[in-house]
């Protein structure tokens, strides 16, 4: 993990987990990662398979060019794309599982970004994982990342790490 947000919000979650499969939901205090909020959000599991945005940061919204609460996390992939992260968070809530994730987005062929991305677990009710907090974060930022909404993208890379 490189992005200072996603390495932030990895390190919290991991000291409040304290080798718990996962923290509760409401173990997550928000002042403690404030200075990353913007760049942070949360999804719920819906209909068996789905997840949508529970909560998003203002960075987020403003990156993808719309306010991304109540949509679904799982939409505007491709075909393959959509599968894997479908096998992704099947990981993450039924194993408790951390997604690392590598993802290009933009708003045509030729402006293009890459955002790196955490998802982790969270209990919801008694044992089961139905929340995720994630974080994603340009590796960089071009001089045109204000002139257009985010409205494509894929997955270049992703991990899987299962934490003992």
Request: aromatic share 6%.
């Amino acid at each position: 993990m490189k992005q200072r947000t996603v390495q932030t919000l990895f390190n919290y979650w991991d000291t409040v987990r304290g080798g718990r499969v996962a923290p509760r939901r409401l173990e997550i205090e928000p002042s403690r990662i404030a200075g990353i909020l913007a760049e942070t959000f949360m999804l719920e599991r819906v209909n068996g398979g789905d997840w949508t945005f529970r909560l998003a940061g203002t960075r987020l919204c403003e990156l993808f060019g719309y306010e991304l609460r109540g949509t679904s996390f799982l939409s505007g992939w491709t075909q393959q794309d959509r599968l894997l992260l479908e096998r992704q968070m099947a990981s993450v809530s039924g194993e408790g599982a951390v997604a690392h994730l590598a993802i290009e987005a933009g708003i045509d062929a030729r402006h293009r970004i890459e955002l790196e991305a955490v998802l982790l677990p969270l209990l919801h009710t008694g044992s089961t994982i139905g929340r995720v907090i994630g974080a994603m974060s340009p590796t960089s930022q071009p001089d045109w990342l204000d002139k257009g909404r985010l409205t494509s993208r894929r997955l270049l890379r992703d991990e899987l790490v299962r934490l003992d």
